[in-house]
């Protein structure tokens, strides 16, 4: 209520109490300065001093006891003007009365209150729905000495060290991972990775194109040739199948071509086409037909390889590429064709997936490991990557730590229907 908030300082008796003390200190005030101005024979200076200091006393006076005065009377009236608003309320909202009733009464009204907005629900906040796994890289046996140590940069700039991918192509769902392996990393001064792979599609998505190529660790350049294979492929078998199909899929030419990229290469570089051998293997994958079986065309030249896992396979099965003769006592490296040499030795067949069946391309990096009998890793991955797992798992099975696997090491698999 805004009728007495303010304490009114301007009613008739304490303007009258002000002006009153006005006159007095306006009195005092003639009366020393006639006392001052009249002469004295004796003691004048000191009549002077004391009528000044009179008058300053006396003002002083009149102002200080002029304010408390006002004030008990101010607050006086302040509060007789509040009884008065309370009595006229209460003379206003009081309820009348009726015959045998009584009702409180109402010392304050307020009108409806005005509509709240309703509160907003609280904003969702990101929770850990499920804790994350163990990415640690899978260790067989005792492991490779050089695992542990320090990842190390070769002198000169090159691919990265890891690369990875996942994709789903019509039908098909595709994990792809390349890690350098401890050999070329640790080593002073490191290596490159000197695998390289390539996905890709036909535009309508009914054909998925996989390329993984293998540069020869006694190539100073073999990086180099084994990134320009594996793009090449992918780039030429989108071409053969718009021209010619699936079916007509031509390895000779294929090959002849990708050797011909690699020499143009080398010489653009100044170096010899031995310093940009590698070996290569690539696969085209049909969309499956009406029972869900796919068909797949493989070709390769050199040592890497591709692999076939069956719903109910208990290890990794060998399909196609260069295989080692693990009956020797020493089992060699040594690649019969190479890149961009002998392009003219490589080889191709079509094989049929049925369905929830997995195709491995993969080096030898892997293959040699999944082909040793000794050990187990085959049957850890046939049962790891029995159905497709995230890329950053998938990546850390890659990087297995195994005795005398210091090799660069790729795979991309290809899992024929929706086992995501």
Request: charge should be neutral; charged fraction near 20%.
């Amino acid at each position: 209520m805004s009728r007495h908030d303010s304490r009114p300082g301007g009613r008739p008796g304490r303007l009258m109490d002000g002006r009153f003390r006005a006159v007095l200190f306006v009195a005092i005030v003639i009366g020393a300065f006639i006392e001052v101005s009249m002469p004295h024979r004796r003691y004048g200076p000191l009549v002077d001093v004391f009528a000044l200091a009179a008058v300053g006393v006396v003002g002083a006076a009149a102002v200080l006891g002029s304010e408390s005065a006002a004030t008990p009377a101010r607050e006086r009236d302040w509060e007789r003007g509040r009884e008065r608003d309370r009595d006229r309320d209460r003379d206003r909202f009081a309820p009348e009365s009726g015959a045998g009733t009584t009702a409180p009464i109402c010392r304050f009204a307020t009108g409806p209150a005005a509509p709240q907005p309703q509160p907003q629900p609280p904003r969702p906040r990101p929770f850990l729905r499920e804790r994350p796994t163990d990415l640690s890289v899978p260790r067989f046996g005792d492991g490779a000495r050089a695992q542990g140590y320090p990842w190390l940069l070769p002198e000169r700039t090159v691919q990265n060290g890891i690369a990875a991918d996942e994709a789903t192509v019509g039908a098909f769902t595709l994990r792809a991972a390349s890690v350098i392996g401890p050999g070329h990393r640790c080593g002073q001064p490191a290596e490159p990775r000197q695998d390289s792979y390539r996905i890709g599609r036909s535009p309508d998505s009914r054909h998925a194109i996989v390329a993984v190529a293998d540069g020869l660790s006694s190539a100073a350049w073999s990086d180099a040739g084994a990134t320009t294979a594996s793009s090449q492929a992918v780039t030429l078998l989108r071409e053969q199948i718009a021209t010619v199909g699936f079916d007509g899929l031509d390895v000779k030419e294929l090959y002849g071509r990708i050797a011909e990229s690699i020499a143009a290469h080398a010489a653009g570089r100044g170096v010899g086409t031995s310093h940009m051998a590698t070996v290569l293997i690539t696969a085209v994958l049909a969309e499956p037909d009406a029972n869900g079986v796919a068909k797949a065309w493989i070709s390769w030249l050199g040592d890497s390889s591709a692999w076939t896992l069956g719903p109910h396979d208990a290890l990794w099965r060998f399909s196609a590429g260069e295989a080692k003769d693990r009956a020797a006592a020493v089992v060699s490296n040594e690649v019969a064709g190479r890149l961009p040499d002998t392009p003219q030795l490589a080889r191709d067949h079509y094989v049929t997936l049925a369905p929830g069946t997995a195709l491995a391309l993969v080096t030898d990096g892997i293959g040699d490991a999944w082909a040793d009998p000794a050990g187990n890793i085959n049957e850890y991955f046939a049962n790891a990557w029995r159905a497709p797992v995230p890329a950053t798992r998938f990546t850390a099975d890659v990087g297995f730590d195994a005795p005398q696997c210091l090799d660069d090491r790729t795979a991309v698999v290809l899992w024929n229907g929706d086992r995501a």
